[in-house]
């Protein structure tokens, strides 16, 4: 008891099922004891099962949440979800810097939906804003589809120098889920058993948010993304279907 409160922001989507957008990252970080506060991008409706439909929020409805948000508190730890475009990525990514310009900011790209919904349509626009973003934590599609691994090929970016790029190993094949992180120039790796079943529904969510909260509570990337992959773990062998929970 009195200890100082931890503050982290969402901005991503609304799943009423709880299992993915701000509504599991706000759990996420509350269960590792950091108070999460949200903004929302999309009024998707959706299950764990079923998406139909993104119900994007306007630019100027998003300014006017970070605005309200950003006048009580200087958020030094911030996530990014679901975004309907380059250019709202491009304006939100600003508007932190600009309120707050060290802050850390985590962006889960999400290309689809795991019931098969497709975004980011203008996945070469986002290259250039990623420099401006700390971490970036794509899974295998996700990576492929942002032309990562090209870019850094064609010497367009240095990944761990640029910016921080965690490889999830979900969506790969083979006995372990194997995530990559590069940071700072170096490479780290993160090995777990595959877990047998379907899969959960959220993941993405989960760990950025689980990773958020780790840096917040003074981790180094690195740490936060070994104890995000560790809960990950527990997770997906929790709750019922394609919903974990874990207190």
């Known amino acids: 008891m009195g200890e100082k409160m931890i503050h982290a922001l ?47 929020v306007i630019w100027d409805r998003i300014e006017a949440q970070l605005e309200t948000l950003f006048k009580k508190h200087k ?22 810097r600009e309120k707050s310009p060290d802050a850390f900011i985590v962006w889960d790209p999400i290309a689809s939906a795991s019931a098969g919904f497709h975004f980011m349509r203008d996945a070469e626009k986002f290259l250039p804003i990623m420099k401006s973003i700390d971490l970036v934590t794509p899974n295998q599609d996700e990576f492929a589809y942002l032309g990562l691994g090209l870019a850094e090929s064609r010497g367009q970016i240095k990944m761990g120098r640029d910016f921080a790029v965690l490889l999830k190993g979900g969506h ?7 995530d990559t992180l590069w940071y700072n120039e170096e490479q780290f790796k993160f090995i777990s058993p595959r877990f047998p079943g379907k899969g959960k529904h959220g993941t993405g969510c989960v760990l950025s948010s689980a990773i958020l909260a780790n ?3 003074g981790k180094d990337v690195p740490t936060a993304c070994e104890i995000a992959k560790n809960y990950m773990n527990e997770y997906l062998q929790t709750g019922e279907g394609r919903l974990g929970f874990l207190v």
């Not at 958020?75 to 932190?96: H, N, P, S």
């Not at 790969?172 to 194997?178: D, F, L, V």
């Open 172 to 178: 790969a094949r083979g006995k372990e889920s194997i």
């Open 75 to 96: 958020f030094k730890y911030v996530k990014i979800g679901l975004v309907e475009k380059a250019r709202t990525l491009k304006r939100i990514v600003e508007f932190v």
């Open 215 to 217: 840096v917040a509570l």
């Open 10 to 56: 969402t901005v991503a989507g609304f799943d009423g099922s709880a299992g993915a957008g701000f509504i599991s990252d706000i759990k996420t970080m509350a269960h590792f004891g950091v108070y999460g506060q949200a903004v929302c991008t999309a009024l998707t409706q959706q299950n764990e099962e079923e998406f139909v439909a993104p119900g994007w």
